[in-house]
């Protein structure tokens, strides 16, 4: 994995810029605009940053790492046409504040998602589901929980997900981790398990989101 | 654990009957009239049967086995007089067929889930969710899966919970495989795990439903 365009600017888009930049990838993060304060948290890191259009014109593969609740607009102000033929990994979790408090709450269904809706919204890019069920710390270095724990792969292009596959490979995960779940339309799963990801979370108390789901079997 | 009443004489009904007749346990097992058909699947074990509302009347422990879709039509043929006090371990899932064929979907969203609604209906029963995100096979003999992988428990009543701890080691869950999600409300969060038990199961292909979720930490 030589270049990777990073979208998003918080703490995933932080985390795993600095990650891919130790492990000598050729990094651009974006944000709304080249000159967004957001990326001054970037300065001491080993990247280039712009707008998210530079980061998507930077590289083929794009790692959309901002919120679920903007990501179309994102992808819509980078524009269709500098998309196609590209791959786009999202990573995004689309949550709203619930009434009366409390943690938000996931807006996917089994027939709704974010993946799927940029991919319906962007017909000539390459949409790859994944490494949204886990904490960004495990995403970019999976080697911090042991096991062999997962990460989910759903998408329409064999060819993408394996510019994914080698993206992951890149943060240390082994093949046998990696479990392709089928098109698209499967990033409903994975998207409806932030309501059980959150669950786990409170009830593990202390260091409570470095851990992944695994699927055992005999 | 001496008695159980269990609603339900699908696979899942099936299955835990045979292993808590083989466990010792005395268990009657509940149809919608004690005259049903479907209990002849059952003549071959070690259990008693009659209708829904002889399974409750046999136990403080009741362990609902019934079609999500039917669970509150079930318990309400009971009567929530009959079923006050008593502890009703929910292992339903409620789902949908698909429009235009496939695998069905899961009804339940961050807000709803049959868990919280049987609660809502029964408040003098302590529901407490649990079992519900794996196959049958696993639930009543968890060593047929390797490692700590994990049973989630959702309930308001700290006591029924203990009692329902009770029950998964006599199908041999460990106490540090049982995880407390909390409320009957962190329901939602098991019950729309759903859809990636789905997508898992189709993906992992042959012997495909024997597996179960672990939660992978430091």
């Given at each position: 994995m030589e270049r990777v365009g990073l979208l998003g600017t918080g703490i995933v888009g932080r985390t795993l810029a600095a990650r891919l930049a130790e492990?000598?990838?050729d990094v651009v993060v974006g944000a709304r605009s080249a000159e967004s304060s957001s990326l001054e948290a970037f300065a001491d890191?080993?990247?280039r940053t712009g707008s998210f259009a530079d980061a998507a014109a930077h590289a083929d593969l794009v790692v959309n790492a901002t919120n679920g609740v903007n990501s179309t607009a994102v992808l819509e102000s980078i524009g269709a046409e500098a998309l196609a033929g590209k791959t786009v990994v999202d990573l995004s979790n689309e949550l709203v504040p619930r009434e009366g408090g409390g943690f938000?709450?996931?807006t996917a269904t089994a027939e709704s998602s974010v993946g799927r809706r940029l991919q319906e919204a962007f017909p000539e890019t390459y949409v790859v589901k994944s490494l949204n069920t886990m904490?960004?710390?495990?995403?970019?270095?999976?080697?911090i929980v042991p096991g062999d724990h997962v990460v989910f792969l759903?998408?329409?292009?064999?060819?993408?997900?394996d510019r994914v596959r080698e993206l992951l490979a890149t943060f240390g995960w082994r093949p046998?981790?990696?479990v392709d779940l089928g098109g698209?339309?499967?990033a409903s799963a994975t998207e409806m398990m932030m309501s059980v990801w959150m669950a786990v979370?409170?009830?593990r108390g202390h260091d409570a989101p470095r851990f992944n789901w695994a699927v055992n079997a005999p």
């Open positions: 492990l000598g990838v890191l080993d990247v938000p709450v996931p904490n960004c710390a495990v995403m970019a270095d999976p080697s759903s998408g329409d292009d064999a060819g993408a997900k046998e981790q990696m698209i339309e499967t979370t409170i009830a």
